[in-house]
């Protein structure tokens, strides 16, 4: 079963950046199409960017076009997520998984813990 793990998220200011992890383990993901997802308080989980299995293709949610970039690195099984530009309403726990691409919704079922991503104003 594969197992992820976010990491880089933080307390920022807005305007300012992070860049966030995703480690997987017990699977490789080099033959996926991977995404990033965030939950905010109170609200539904929402896609946010996708990267396909080679590299060569990328999607992002309106919200973030421009400011986010999506990136993986097949030889470490890490795939990442540069954020600039940072708005509050960034704010929320953000998650890895494969994605559906006809949908661009979770393919797998588990979920790592997340990391939290809070830009203040």
């Known amino acids: 079963q594969v197992q992820l793990v976010e990491s880089g998220g933080g307390l920022v200011q807005a305007g300012g950046s992070l860049r966030l992890s995703c480690a997987a383990s017990?699977?490789?993901?080099?033959?996926?199409?991977m995404g990033w997802f965030r939950q905010a308080p109170g609200k539904e989980r929402d896609f946010v960017a996708a990267i396909s299995w080679s590299g060569g293709g990328t999607r992002y949610a309106d919200s973030v076009k421009g400011r986010f970039t999506i990136s993986r690195d097949g030889t470490k099984n890490t795939m990442y997520l540069q954020m600039n530009s940072l708005k509050p309403e960034d704010t929320a726990v953000y998650y890895c998984?494969?994605?559906?691409?006809?949908?661009?919704?979770?393919?797998?079922?588990?979920w790592g813990q997340g990391t939290q991503v809070t830009v203040s104003s």
């Open positions: 017990g699977r490789t993901f080099s033959s996926y199409t």
């Open positions: 998984n494969a994605v559906r691409i006809a949908t661009m919704s979770p393919l797998w079922g588990s």
